[in-house]
């Protein structure tokens, strides 16, 4: 009687906590957000500073892009609907409140981020949203990341990582149906090939990630102007394109690339946005680097995505490849 009595405790702790635990799938589409705010508040300081950040156009890009779609809903009609969408905003305005900025995870849906601002005014908020605001976008940018990252985990190739485990002492996290094209001493191509039906035809969408490694011998390896010399020597001898004597390089015409230094798994590397073009060819499309070293192995090491879509929009499909190239870990 007594071990049943205990089984039937065991088993009750069991269902309230996996009753807890459990939450639905997040909803909505990649780069979406839903800002909860009255209508006269989107409409004043606070709505202008959010779409300041966040409704901003993406800067490497061959046509206009805003970093996120912005969904405004009012108090009233936040309902489950919109409760478990994969971003959620909620702005908190109370009289005499101390201003500050929440952030909470799998709120109501699994992998789900909300944050919270809470200011006294409106004219507050706004502040606070504009001291904040890169921050803030980096957060919910982090967020989609990191789901597409979870997501490669779950449905990617899993030969296709060993391989790259064995052969390069390196892990990646790569998308579904991604194949390896290349595979030399210092190089691997990754390649995901497909096609999406647009006015009745079918078009071309290519993704690939290139990974290159070599030596370390000093900080100065890792100056931006030297990555984009190495980069294009590594594409002009292993990244042909379709007609005779094509190869890839790094455009020049227009925008010229943007680099900044970030904290990657701890340790210092240099992300470069830019885009690239097929010499000799008409091929081109926006494409993110990430550079760092590898002290396990004494080496720098680059993996690059590049997008090739050019009959749809593209921030999507780059931040596809972003998370491949962001998932990049040593053994």
Same mark, same amino acid.
């Given at each position: 009687?007594?071990?049943?009595?205990?089984?039937?405790?065991?088993?009750?702790?069991?269902?309230?906590?996996?009753?807890?635990?459990?939450?639905?799938? $997040?909803? *909505?589409?990649?780069?979406?957000?839903?800002?909860?705010?009255? &209508?006269?508040?989107?409409?004043?300081?606070?709505? %202008?500073?959010?779409?300041?950040?966040?409704?901003? $156009?993406?800067?490497?890009?061959?046509?206009?892009?805003?970093?996120?779609?912005?969904?405004?809903?009012?108090?009233?009609?936040?309902?489950?609907?919109?409760?478990?969408?994969?971003?959620?905003?909620?702005?908190?305005?109370?009289?005499?409140?101390?201003?500050?900025?929440?952030?909470?995870?799998?709120?109501?849906?699994?992998?789900?981020?909300?944050?919270?601002?809470?200011?006294?005014?409106?004219?507050?908020?706004?502040?606070?949203?504009?001291?904040?605001?890169?921050?803030?976008? +980096?957060?919910?940018?982090?967020?989609?990341?990191?789901?597409?990252?979870?997501?490669?985990?779950?449905?990617?190739?899993?030969?296709?990582?060993?391989?790259?485990?064995?052969?390069?002492?390196?892990?990646?996290?790569?998308?579904?149906? %991604? $194949?390896?094209?290349?595979?030399?001493?210092?190089?691997?191509?990754?390649?995901?090939?497909?096609? &999406?039906?647009?006015?009745?035809?079918?078009?071309?969408? %290519?993704? *690939?990630?290139?990974?290159?490694? +070599?030596?370390?011998?000093?900080?100065?390896?890792?100056?931006?102007?030297?990555?984009?010399?190495?980069?294009?020597?590594?594409?002009?001898?292993?990244?042909?394109?379709?007609? &005779?004597?094509? $190869?890839?390089?790094?455009?020049?015409?227009?925008?010229?690339?943007?680099?900044?230094?970030?904290?990657?798994?701890?340790?210092?590397?240099?992300?470069?946005?830019?885009?690239?073009?097929?010499?000799?060819?008409?091929?081109?499309?926006?494409?993110?680097?990430?550079?760092?070293?590898?002290?396990?192995?004494?080496?720098?090491?680059?993996?690059?995505?590049?997008?090739?879509?050019?009959?749809?929009?593209?921030?999507?499909?780059? +931040?596809?490849?972003?998370?491949?190239?962001?998932?990049?870990?040593?053994?």
């Amino acid at each position: 009687m007594r071990k049943f009595v205990l089984l039937l405790i065991i088993v009750s702790l069991i269902a309230c906590e996996s009753n807890q635990d459990y939450k639905m799938g $997040y909803s *909505g589409s990649p780069n979406e957000i839903v800002v909860v705010t009255s &209508q006269e508040q989107w409409a004043g300081w606070i709505g %202008s500073t959010i779409q300041k950040y966040f409704a901003e $156009y993406e800067t490497i890009l061959p046509q206009a892009e805003r970093k996120f779609w912005i969904i405004n809903i009012d108090e009233e009609n936040f309902g489950s609907l919109f409760q478990t969408h994969r971003n959620v905003m909620l702005i908190d305005i109370k009289k005499g409140a101390e201003p500050k900025i929440e952030f909470q995870n799998s709120k109501w849906a699994k992998e789900q981020l909300v944050c919270k601002i809470i200011a006294s005014s409106d004219k507050e908020c706004a502040k606070l949203l504009d001291e904040n605001g890169s921050e803030l976008v +980096y957060r919910f940018h982090q967020a989609e990341i990191e789901r597409q990252i979870a997501k490669n985990e779950k449905f990617g190739p899993p030969n296709l990582s060993d391989k790259l485990f064995t052969n390069h002492k390196l892990k990646l996290t790569t998308q579904q149906d %991604s $194949y390896i094209a290349t595979d030399s001493s210092n190089f691997i191509w990754i390649r995901l090939e497909r096609e &999406q039906q647009l006015g009745g035809f079918e078009h071309q969408i %290519s993704q *690939g990630i290139l990974i290159y490694y +070599y030596d370390y011998k000093d900080t100065l390896q890792l100056d931006p102007s030297r990555l984009i010399l190495v980069r294009d020597s590594v594409t002009k001898r292993n990244v042909a394109g379709p007609s &005779q004597g094509s $190869y890839m390089n790094i455009s020049t015409r227009g925008e010229l690339p943007a680099y900044q230094p970030i904290n990657y798994n701890g340790g210092y590397a240099v992300e470069i946005n830019g885009l690239w073009r097929m010499e000799n060819n008409f091929m081109g499309g926006p494409f993110i680097s990430l550079t760092t070293v590898d002290t396990l192995n004494h080496r720098v090491v680059t993996a690059e995505g590049y997008v090739f879509a050019p009959q749809f929009k593209k921030r999507d499909y780059l +931040y596809e490849v972003e998370a491949v190239i962001k998932s990049l870990k040593f053994k």
